[in-house]
């Protein structure tokens, strides 16, 4: 942690600092400059995080010089984690692909598109049970009913099922029909459905919040895996901006930054980050060619009469012709789907 | 609703979303102009808001008439919403302040701030017994036992007492000890806790999300307001932006325009707006002029010991400086503190 | 300086970056931690402004300690910074106001709204004759017609007059029919302008671009005070966001934030900080009310027929309301208008 | 032009509002809903930009239902515009790179560069003689001299010159020594800059602005087409986002959203998107990916010694391993390099 003072601090503000970290068991240098005097502090910075240093007098500003997260980062975990699921791996070579509709609407839907997405190859469906929506007003997804849906599809094709929780009272309902649970952009930071996840041993998809930065990203991460759940699978699903004419902003450059700094694997959701199934598949492709380690999509067969994301949903052609695409892409960087 | 075509848009795309509409019991004006035609939609805009119009071919763009929420509206609910809290009103001539620890520490230090803003004439104490805390390794509240410290403080002062609610599962506990329960920024689209505190008859203060719209802030108030409970409070706390000099960006902007929007009342946390305590006072005064019904602010007797936001929390005498000069602004404009 | 470095950071890499700082003049303090290795640069940092130290292997990231600007900071010149403008003075007690058209559309219109606001004790006309306008296809100003009218006005009224300037090719003729030289948010970074204007003697209103960190604000500053002229006046008039129910997010808060950064007068544009003139009255009193040295506002006799940003401009009845409520707040923190 | 009013709009205001636009030559729908009445006007919706219509009283929004670009749309203009530069065309199969240090530094320097993209069979070096620098402390460019090396390079190699232009003045120069001119981002709505490089022949690569909407970016490219000049190329360079682990957020979605609007030419520069070197070679791989035209990327012989943006300039060999990727990502969408 390093301390940059006021240029009028004075030597009792400087002392009175410096005994208070000693105090914490950290050995202090102390810098002094022709415009300022700076202070370093040495020891184990994470117990520095719960000390509000720009409150004492004389402080400038603050600067840490470790990361806040541990277990979540390249250095304490250098080799590249891969997450199995039944056979099928995040983090290795094969790159991954998560297809469904956003949300579960009924049982022959939810059949004729995993037959679809068994064709293609692809080892995982998704499909919202509960959604969190914008408005009261809307479909709130079907609930228990849509869960078991997606058990009988898991079931009849041997689709590893991803689906959304979002509150801790369902944690147990959705943990016994689902492969992988994931956590929304809008709970993130809702801190104790991560705590309660963390305590289970289901691979989760922690999808980034509309306006994390990645630093806070990987404290959601960090959350999970300090309750003991090492298999997070951070996923890319655009952030916000001023821009309007997607939804959000893709933020494909959190690809190559998230692998640098953790050993996590790293998805991207192409279908929330831009908002209109046209926009999807070059960013698809772009997505693959970025790095990730898998890519989430939404599809319908009928997007018109989807109950939910039906702007941004790849029909079925579509979708197959986006596969065939993202593969070559695969192949060129080494990688297969 | 409005729906503009795409210049090459079919006679039969325009037949297919007309015969849609209208079989949703809608009534469709078409209008070809030059170089676009434009479909008027007539009639309950809401059931418009499950179909995925720009799923539709043919479609370029759709424009809601009519805005998504409707309780919260001031068109549907044109005076005041006043909120009265054991004789202490929140949209009315007199504006609130809430002040207190961002989190209740210890019983000692809590009790000692009471007296300090009881006798500023301050009717409302706040702190978190659960605190959302970015880092899974700092404070995260006395939970129980913090609460209980607020009950004892609001029998000994008759202050009311504002605490934050994180998850479901403790609403009935925090429900018994507190007046107005405090939906966080982090929680704002938490859809599950606002239904539960919808069912309930408490007065909720629900904060702006950290990149949520002032839409979807009044949808999140919509939420709760749909479920039966109408006391929701809003309460602007800044937003994020790249500027990096403060915690957020206070957008009081926010307080003409909700005033504009919604009957609700409208108050400003300053704290957290800027995160920095230096600045809380002039924020202060400028959201007191910009009209906001009641401040939230962050005290604490020595935040240098503070166990969360030492930063942004103003000692005593400032806060009493702060007071003094927010009478002054309330007197400027015809109101009172 | 501080370099911290990267964990795997050799001693070989240690020992060149060091090497090179010292041959730079620096004295370098090493700080072996138990996690990173941290060099303190000691000497004058602004050199270090040119090393692209981040390029260097090794090194994890840079972090500044002093300010990149050094006229423009209160470090440098502690006292406030008092503008005179034939009389009338900007960062004084009294809080100016400058008011008028967007554009200057024609004589007659000029003349009049010049009465209205002398009036109200008002010093500054505003008018642009040079307007900078996204569409190539709208009203561009009326160029030295209007600078002439502007001129008469001066004449006429005493009133002091602030017009933009847009490109260098029109300084020495802006410079001779204005008093005060105001620079865009467009052209905040448009640093060939700041150097123009950074050699003549003529106050200049500074303006926040729409994205511009304070940081940044304050180094376009320098520009113009690195070249001779000290005489800047910063306004914040709005940054952009993802809101948008106004035109820009006013930051209120960069008010404080620069009267503690800055010696130079800050006033506040919320014309086109909200975009909308029902905003504008509120945002102009909680302006004053955070510390603003003054207020640039926007007003038109007849705004369904304003050339340009009709939709923000006040009606003089309006603008009179607006005075008088702004001239409370002044009252009740100690100054006047 | 949809025009929808208040819900409390009189008779008087919609007749008024109504023989306003009729006196324009626009013919007024009026269609009256529960709710709200809605205007849409047919007719040239151009001539209403200059119309302030959200002034009037009874208006609540106005939403426009063409674009405000024509030149630039790919409605006007449906075929992909192709721009050959002495032979080397953008907009066509083959993805034109254009490489070069990020200031001229000097004549030896940029021979061997030249010499070494050549070797990569690329067409187009750049490198800037005038350099806006947000520090009026740090290196300004070379100037003419600059201007001379680029020139000698040219007629070396026959590698065609990109240089930035920053200044009107400078232009008559600039266009002697140079093949393409660039319009940095600071400078997208420069006006004045974009009117006079639109009076000349040369092509343009015009930037996107640090925080400018796709929509502004467009009018930008508007604004030099209006002037007559046609051969603008397009180039996504990052925006600023909350997100610190980047310089800025390279919105990728901008290639293919700009390839549905614009018929020009779209090239992305990762460099300045992400201003780390490390993540340089990814992001280009995804430009490619994603339907880029181009890439625009700061190379450098010794970053450690670069006089600007020396963090993301790659060095040879990395630079000559990124043109082995993006040449197999180019392979597996049909096009080359």
């Keep these: 942690m390093i301390i940059v003072l006021r240029p009028d601090a004075t030597d009792e503000q400087i002392a009175h600092i410096k005994e208070k970290l000693e105090g914490l068991g950290l050995t202090i240098h102390v810098s002094k400059g022709k415009e300022r005097t700076v202070l370093g502090a040495i020891g184990d910075e994470r117990i520095l995080q719960e000390q509000p240093l720009e409150a004492y007098p004389g402080v400038e500003k603050v600067v840490p010089v470790l990361k806040p997260y541990k277990l979540a980062s390249r250095e304490f975990h250098s080799e590249d ?16 692909v998560i297809a469904g509709p956003c949300a579960v609407e009924n049982r022959e839907m939810l059949l004729a598109i995993a037959k679809d997405i068994k064709e293609e190859g692809v080892c995982f469906i998704r499909g919202g049970a509960f959604k969190p929506r914008t408005s009261p007003y809307t479909f709130q997804g079907l ?10 599809v898991r079931e009849k094709t041997g689709l590893n099922v991803v689906t959304e929780l979002m509150d801790p009272r369902d944690l147990e309902m959705v943990y016994e029909y689902t492969d992988v649970i994931q956590i929304g952009a809008r709970n993130m930071q809702n801190f104790r459905l991560l705590t309660e996840v963390g305590g289970y041993d289901k691979p989760v998809i922690l999808k980034r919040g509309l306006s994390a930065t990645i630093k806070e990203f990987l404290m959601s991460a960090e959350y999970i895996m300090s309750k003991g759940n090492q298999k997070v699978i951070m996923c890319e699903r655009g952030i916000r901006t001023f821009e309007t004419s997607t939804r959000n902003t893709l933020d494909l450059s959190a690809v190559p930054v998230l692998k640098q700094l953790t050993h996590l694997p790293v998805i991207v959701d192409p279908s929330h980050g831009v908002g ?11 997505a693959v060619a970025a790095g990730a380690d ?11 009469n989807a109950l ?14 986006m596969m065939r695409q993202i593969r070559l892409i695969a192949g060129a960087i080494g990688r297969e789907i």
């Design 276 to 286: 209109k199934w046209s926009l999807v598949t070059p960013m698809a492709r772009a």
């Design 81 to 96: 984690t891969i997450i199995n699921i039944n056979g099928a791996s995040f983090g290795d070579k094969k790159i991954q």
């Design 143 to 152: 609930g228990l009913e849509g869960l078991k849906y997606l058990a009988e």
């Design 308 to 321: 939910s994301d039906g702007e941004q949903s790849l029909k079925i052609p579509v979708f197959k012709e």
């Design 294 to 304: 898998g890519i989430l999509v939404e599809i319908h067969p009928n997007p018109e």
